[in-house]
C-alpha cells in the first residue's frame, strides 16, 4: 500500500494561503487560462474548492514550505535567546542593587515633591494672610520662611526626580532587544516566504483552477478535487492489487486429502508364525 503525504500548514500561514488565492482568483481574467470564471464556476464556488483542497494544492510546495519554515524558526531563535537572558538578567541586577533600597529611593522621590510642595503652599499661603492683617502678627515671617524652604525643597525634588527618571530610560534602552527593520522580516525570510508563494500559486493552485473549470463534474460543495488534476500529486492510499488466479492454474485448485491406508496386524499363535 502507497501513501502519498501532503504537508500540513500551521495555523500562522494559513491565512497568507488565503491571501494568496484570494489575489489568483481577484486576477483571474487577467490570465487567458482563466478566463473562463464566471461563467459555469464562480470565484465564491472555486474559493471554496480550493479551501477545501488544501492539503492537495499545497503538496506541491512542500520543498519551499520547509526551507521557508526552517529559516523562519532560525530567525526567531536569537530574539527569543535574547529575551530569555534578559527576563533572567534583570532580577540579578535589581538583586545585586539592593530591590528594597530601589524602592524606597522611589517612595521618596515622588512623595517628597508631594509633600514639600503642599506645606510650601499652606506656609506661604498662611503667612501672607496674617501679613496682611495689622497689626501682623510676628510668627507671619516665620511661616513665610518655612514656606520658601519647602518650596525650594519641592523644585529640588522634583529635579532629582527628572533626572531618575532619565538614567532609568537611558539603562533600559540599553539592555533592550533592538526591534525588527521596518519591513517587518528579514530579507532572508522575506525570499523564503515568496519562494512558497510562488511556489503555490504556479504549481499549485493554478492548475487546480484550471482543471476545475476544464471538469464539468466539480461541484463546489465537495471536498473532492477534480478528476482531471495532473501536475498536483494526489493524496490517499492506493489499495493492494488482488487479483484472481487465472484459468487452468493449479493456484486456483483446492488441494485434495487422501485418507491414510491402514491395514489390520496378522496376529496368530505360534504355531502360525510367518515364514
Do not use: W
Given at each position: 500500500?502507497?501513501?502519498?503525504?501532503a504537508p500540513h500548514l500551521l495555523t500562522e500561514d494559513r491565512a497568507e494561503y488565503e491571501r494568496i488565492l484570494d489575489?489568483?482568483?481577484?486576477?483571474?481574467?487577467?490570465r487567458p487560462d482563466l478566463a473562463a470564471v464566471g461563467q459555469r464556476l464562480n470565484s465564491a464556488q472555486l474559493r471554496t474548492m480550493a479551501l477545501n483542497a488544501t492539503a492537495l494544492i499545497t503538496s506541491a510546495a512542500s520543498a519551499e514550505y520547509e526551507n521557508y519554515v526552517k529559516v523562519r524558526e532560525e530567525q526567531r531563535a536569537p530574539t527569543a535567546d535574547a529575551s530569555?537572558?534578559?527576563?533572567?538578567?534583570?532580577p540579578a541586577v535589581g538583586q545585586a542593587g539592593g530591590d528594597d533600597g530601589a524602592g524606597f529611593a522611589a517612595?521618596?522621590?515622588?512623595?517628597?515633591?508631594?509633600?514639600?510642595?503642599?506645606?510650601?503652599?499652606?506656609?506661604?499661603?498662611?503667612?501672607y494672610i496674617l501679613k496682611l492683617l495689622n497689626p501682623t502678627p510676628s510668627f507671619a515671617e516665620t511661616l513665610l520662611t518655612a514656606g520658601w524652604f519647602f518650596g525650594a525643597v519641592t523644585a529640588a525634588g522634583i529635579l532629582i526626580a527628572a533626572v531618575g527618571l532619565l538614567l532609568t530610560a537611558l539603562r533600559n534602552g540599553a539592555t533592550q532587544v533592538p526591534a525588527e527593520e521596518a519591513g517587518g522580516e528579514p530579507d532572508e525570510v522575506a525570499r523564503a516566504k515568496e519562494a512558497w508563494r510562488h511556489a503555490v500559486l504556479e504549481r499549485g493552485l493554478l492548475p487546480f483552477l484550471r482543471a476545475a473549470l476544464a471538469d464539468p463534474s466539480a461541484d463546489p460543495s465537495s471536498t473532492t478535487p477534480p478528476r482531471h488534476v495532473s501536475r498536483i500529486p494526489k493524496?490517499?492510499?492506493?489499495?493492494?492489487?488482488?487479483?484472481?488466479?487465472s484459468d487452468g492454474s493449479t493456484a486456483g485448485q483446492?488441494?485434495?486429502?487422501?485418507?491414510?491406508d491402514f491395514t489390520s496386524p496378522d496376529f496368530g499363535g505360534p504355531e502360525h508364525q510367518p515364514e
Open positions: 500500500m502507497h501513501m502519498n503525504s489575489d489568483a482568483l481577484r486576477n483571474a481574467h487577467d530569555v537572558r534578559n527576563s533572567v538578567l534583570a517612595v521618596i522621590a515622588v512623595l517628597a515633591p508631594v509633600l514639600a510642595g503642599t506645606a510650601a503652599a499652606i506656609f506661604l499661603l498662611v503667612g493524496i490517499g492510499y492506493s489499495g493492494p492489487d488482488y487479483s484472481s488466479p483446492r488441494p485434495t486429502f487422501t485418507s491414510p
